[in-house]
């Protein structure tokens, strides 16, 4: 039974930074590729950023490009995202989520998404 847990989030200052995390389990984590997207209050969920299986490509949404950095442990079956100069608009709770295609991953809806964490709530306070 495959799990995704994400940790990590809270409430931060703006101009903060967190690292979430993204423990995985029941699956061949290498073969996964691997994305964070999030969903604010009253808002549709929206992709944040991804990472291919062995860490070769990355992508990020223009909103935090430059500010969020995705990176992943195989060894420890862990994705991880770290959120510096955090803003007040990116206060969400924050999904970890894994597929087997890139392309599926990049799409940005989320839509098919093998699997999805429960999600970490990261309040910026302004």
């Known amino acids: 039974q495959v799990q995704l847990v994400e940790s990590g989030g809270g409430l931060v200052q703006a101009g903060g930074s967190l690292r979430l995390s993204c423990a995985a389990s029941g699956l061949t984590f290498s073969n996964f590729a691997m994305g964070w997207f999030r969903q604010a209050p009253g808002k549709e969920r929206e992709f944040v950023a991804a990472i291919s299986g062995g860490s070769e490509s990355t992508a990020y949404a223009d909103s935090v490009k430059g500010r969020f950095t995705a990176s992943r442990n195989n060894a420890k079956n862990t994705v991880y995202l770290q959120m510096n100069s955090l803003k007040a608009e990116d206060t969400a709770v924050y999904y970890c989520?894994?597929?087997?295609?890139?392309?599926?991953?990049?799409?940005?809806?989320?839509?098919?998404?093998?699997?999805w964490g429960k999600g970490t709530l990261v309040t910026v306070s302004s």
């Open positions: 989520a894994a597929d087997r295609l890139w392309s599926t991953v990049v799409a940005g809806s989320g839509y098919g998404m093998d699997y």
